[in-house]
């Protein structure tokens, strides 16, 4: 192995490092909208004022005030494609090709990008 291939190498595996610790800081940024989509489904479900909801999220969650408003819907519908029987995209692992959702970070962990990628997909099984 010459130098130039020791050096190669290095940055093969630094590289791939990067990309492990990418996937898993996607992982965790699903992993914290699919808790914040539970909580707002919970609190649509307690409070059924639209005005109402929006102060009680911004009491409760302050940081989600600073999300584009499309992200934290899409945080709450990702989270019900996923757990609530009946929801129009409960098929959203089988339409995607997934196992699990975090099979996907490996693309993308937004949840607008996901019910993109799902409406796009569900539009070609037609």
């Known amino acids: 192995m010459t130098n130039d ?15 492990e610790s990418l996937i898993e800081q996607r992982k965790e940024a699903l992993t914290a909208c699919i808790s914040f989509g539970k909580k707002l489904s919970q609190i649509a479900q307690e409070v059924p004022s639209l005005k109402l909801r929006g ?24 989270y019900e494609a996923l757990n609530k029987p009946g929801h129009a995209a409960n098929d959203i692992l089988q339409v995607l090709g997934l196992k699990t959702i975090f099979e996907i970070c490996g693309r993308t962990w937004h949840p607008t990008v996901i ?9 070609q099984m037609t």
């Open 5 to 19: 291939d020791t050096e190669i190498n290095t940055a093969l595996g630094k590289m791939t490092a990067k990309s």
């Open 55 to 78: 102060k009680v999220i911004a009491e409760r969650f302050p940081e989600s005030q600073n999300m584009d408003p499309a992200h934290r819907s899409h945080c709450k519908w990702l």
């Open 115 to 123: 019910s993109k990628r799902y409406a796009k997909a569900k539009a």
